[in-house]
């Protein structure tokens, strides 16, 4: 223990970059509720753009995440 660091910067890397699709995550829901506090009957439409949403930027931090393992 001489002041060494084990482990991969991989994984530091991918640390850093899930903070993207997270504020992606986290502004996509915000919007989403904002508009049903608006317009509650576009619930629907809303719910389902939203979770298409979710699904893109949480796509992107499982690329992330198998990249961070792959390139080792």
């Keep these: 223990m001489n002041g060494t660091i084990n482990g991969s910067l ?3 890397g991918y640390g850093l970059a899930a ?3 997270g504020v992606g995550i986290g502004l996509i ?3 989403y509720i ?3 506090a608006r317009q ?8 389902s ?14 690329i ?3 990249l ?3 390139l080792k």
């Design 64 to 66: 992330g995440i198998g």
């Design 29 to 31: 829901f915000a919007a």
């Design 19 to 21: 903070i993207g699709p």
């Design 10 to 12: 991989n994984m530091i």
């Design 40 to 47: 509650p009957e576009s619930r629907g439409m809303l719910q």
């Design 49 to 62: 753009i939203a979770i298409l949403g979710f699904a893109l930027a949480e796509a992107l931090a499982i």
């Design 34 to 36: 904002s508009g049903v």
């Design 68 to 70: 961070a393992f792959a």
